[in-house]
């Protein structure tokens, strides 16, 4: 159980571009879930936390008009990253909570963005 | 100096031996402590979650928490080459498990 779906897996776009990522918990609800960032051979850092139904709490240096993030459904997340730089090249991962107190996040399987 | 240290490694252990990973930490607040297993390029996979201080076991994995001195360990005994990967360790303050802090990593490299 509290599996986490991330799609695309990897995509490479051109500079400019905007890019959508989606996650879903597949077989649980969530009533929160992350977004994450992982540069090679370090630790995820957290770029915000998604509520359904409510804005995104981004953290601080993270620009929320780049890294736009909707959290339409229990079940759904969704992360643009607009207008796209080699500087956003990255591994982005997304987790989930499951609904009831005290169970930990779980984690999809990432998406690699490379920009051109 | 960082919430959480963790050495990054690499680990280089012979099949079968008992592995031995541990994280720091210096907030005393954190409660829930956490250990992901993170294969290349795909993203953490929960292996044990813990409350407070004590023990728990799961299969060939132990993770231990010692609050007094802000230390968690985890134990993998009989490792096997598939048990090749990287180890992060994860810590909360509240019964939400919201926001996570992380360890960076220990690189974990099993040899048959």
């Known amino acids: 159980g509290a599996v986490v779906s991330q799609h695309p897996s990897w995509v490479i776009c051109k500079s400019g571009t905007s890019v959508k990522i989606e996650c879903r918990s597949l077989d649980f609800q969530a009533t929160t879930m992350f977004w994450y960032r992982q540069f090679p051979k370090q630790s995820l850092m957290l770029m915000a936390t998604s509520n359904e139904g409510s804005k995104a709490t981004y953290e601080q240096g993270v620009e929320k008009d780049k890294f736009l993030i909707n959290h339409a459904s229990l079940t759904l997340s969704t992360l643009t990253v607009t207008s796209a730089h080699p500087e956003d090249s990255s591994f982005y991962i997304c987790?989930?909570?499951?609904?009831?107190?005290?169970?930990?996040?779980?984690f999809g399987d990432g998406t690699r963005l490379s920009i051109l | 100096q960082k919430e959480v240290e963790q050495d990054p490694g690499p680990l280089s252990v012979p099949e079968g031996a008992i592995v031995s990973l541990n994280c720091t930490y210096s907030?005393?607040?954190?409660?829930?402590f956490m250990w992901y297993r993170q294969y290349s390029r795909k993203g953490p996979e929960l292996l044990m979650y813990?409350?407070?201080?004590g023990n728990k076991e799961d299969g060939r994995f132990t993770a231990q928490v010692d609050k007094s001195s802000k230390y968690i360990s985890l134990f993998i005994r009989d490792s096997q080459p598939s048990d090749s990967a990287t180890y992060l360790c994860a810590m909360g303050q509240n019964t939400g498990f919201q926001k996570l802090v992380f360890g960076t990593g220990t690189r974990l490299l099993v040899s048959p």
């Open positions: 907030n005393s607040a954190f409660q829930y």
């Open positions: 813990t409350y407070s201080s």
């Open positions: 987790s989930a909570r499951v609904l009831q107190e005290g169970q930990p996040q779980h």
